[in-house]
């Protein structure tokens, strides 16, 4: 079977799992998700070892540390994937809602109602909680997913599927296997052919670096929803309480640094700057974090950490458009919340942004002005995340404007059809 033949297979088979899928009761759908939650945990011995697999073969290829941290799989990180199951399980069905209701002139009765999307395909890297997570929210909205992980996680996801098919088909006798698939092979020829089989698949969701996403986008054929990537920024007012710029400025740097949501770039206003960033930047240091600076920035730090030089660089301009998930920070001193606002707007990327302060105006101004998907006022940008919205376990988060934005959860994985009720109606 060529590699054509294999994928049009995959996608012929999803298909028609979607259409069976769509029949599942909500009840029925919770049962097989609450056992697929169960036997993740009872499977951890093997999901651990079969992850061994993928993390000794990274390291040898030389994956980087932030990215063999997303690679890994603990009890913990096991433990995560069966809660995140157990509230998409408590979350309501997206399906069937009635999302408009009217009645014409005449007497037509109009109805709006939430339905599958369809065939949805998961290309990821790295992460394998993620096969978990999708196939989940795709299962709960009915639709029939193909997950395609990176090649270095492909032990970890196949084995996660696997448990979670098995799983499903011991809950009810009506589970359709094919309703949760991962691509078999990591050949990248087999992306381009999935997401050229607009007969078959009806979106795709790519999760992972920009390289990845714009490789995706441009190659696709069925709609895409998409980050490129996340340049997030925190903005430390003037009227700021420095205590808790610092608590969230370190959480949103280094709690997890490789993730979407973390901070790249720490904005702060030049009436608080000679105070706040040696504070700032004694604990970034204590985290072995490096520091790129505008002048304004590295006069102040400079002053003040002599013997932290090697942690000190000069930002270049594509530094502020950088995307690091790495222990790298952007440090800049601006004037006022319209220069931050207008920093945020030229570099950023539209995915999250906070604001650090106790002047109600200056929130509203910057929660008016900036033009992202999540805006926070007094809050990390790590928040940015389906779990923590309470949509359970997250698909993906987008910045697109047109159709789903920000964390994407089950509502997001529908779309909607009409339905007309007459009594012999035509029109005249």
């Not at 029939?144 to 270095?152: D, F, M, S, V």
């Not at 504070?279 to 002599?306: C, G, M, Q, W, Y």
């Amino acid at each position: 079977m060529t590699l054509t033949e294999q994928i049009t297979q995959l996608a012929k088979q999803a298909k028609a799992a979607s259409r069976e899928l769509a029949k599942l009761s909500t009840g029925e759908k919770d049962k097989c998700l609450s056992a697929m939650a169960d036997a993740l945990e009872k499977n951890a011995t093997a999901i651990k070892e079969a992850n061994v697999l993928d993390m000794e073969a990274a390291a040898k290829n030389g994956l980087a540390a932030a990215m063999l941290d997303r690679l890994k799989l603990d009890d913990k990180r096991i433990s995560a994937m069966a809660k995140g199951l157990r509230e998409v399980v408590a979350l309501p069905d997206p399906v069937g809602k009635i999302l408009d209701e009217r009645v014409r002139p005449n007497g037509l009765k109009l109805q709006k109602i939430s339905t599958p999307i369809g065939v949805v395909v998961i290309i990821y890297e790295s992460r394998p909680n993620v096969t978990a997570d999708a196939a989940s929210l795709c299962f709960k909205s009915s639709n029939a997913t193909i997950l395609r992980g990176g090649k270095e996680a492909m032990h970890s996801n196949q084995i996660i599927a696997r448990t979670m098919i098995d799983a499903g088909k011991k809950a009810i006798a009506q589970f359709p296997e094919c309703a949760i698939q991962v691509v078999p092979v990591a050949d990248r020829e087999a992306i381009p052919i999935l997401l050229g089989l607009t007969q078959y698949i009806d979106l795709c969701m790519p999760r992972g670096g920009e390289g990845l996403i714009r490789a995706v986008a441009e190659c696709s054929k069925v709609p895409v929803i998409k980050h490129y990537k996340g340049v997030c920024h925190v903005f430390v007012d003037a009227d700021a309480d420095l205590q808790m710029a610092e608590k969230i400025a370190m959480n949103a740097k280094v709690q997890r640094p490789a993730v979407c949501n973390a901070m790249e770039t720490l904005l702060v206003d030049k009436k608080v700057a000679d105070k706040f960033l040696p504070a700032i930047a004694e604990k970034l240091f204590e985290k072995h974090v490096e520091l790129r600076t505008d002048d304004l920035s590295r006069e102040i730090l400079n002053s003040k950490f002599k013997t932290h030089n090697s942690k000190l660089r000069v930002a270049s301009e594509q530094d502020w458009f950088t995307e690091y998930n790495d222990y790298i920070l952007n440090v800049r001193v601006v004037d006022g919340v319209k220069q931050a606002v207008d920093h945020i707007n030229y570099y950023g990327s539209a995915h999250s942004d906070s604001i650090v302060t106790r002047n109600e105006a200056h929130a509203k101004q910057f929660l008016n002005d900036v033009d992202s998907a999540t805006v926070y006022w007094n809050a990390s940008t790590r928040f940015t995340d389906g779990g923590e919205f309470g949509m359970g376990a997250e698909i993906g988060i987008s910045t697109d404007k047109i159709g789903a934005r920000g964390p994407m959860g089950l509502a997001e994985l529908t779309s909607y059809k009409w339905i007309g009720i007459g009594d012999g109606h035509v029109r005249a």
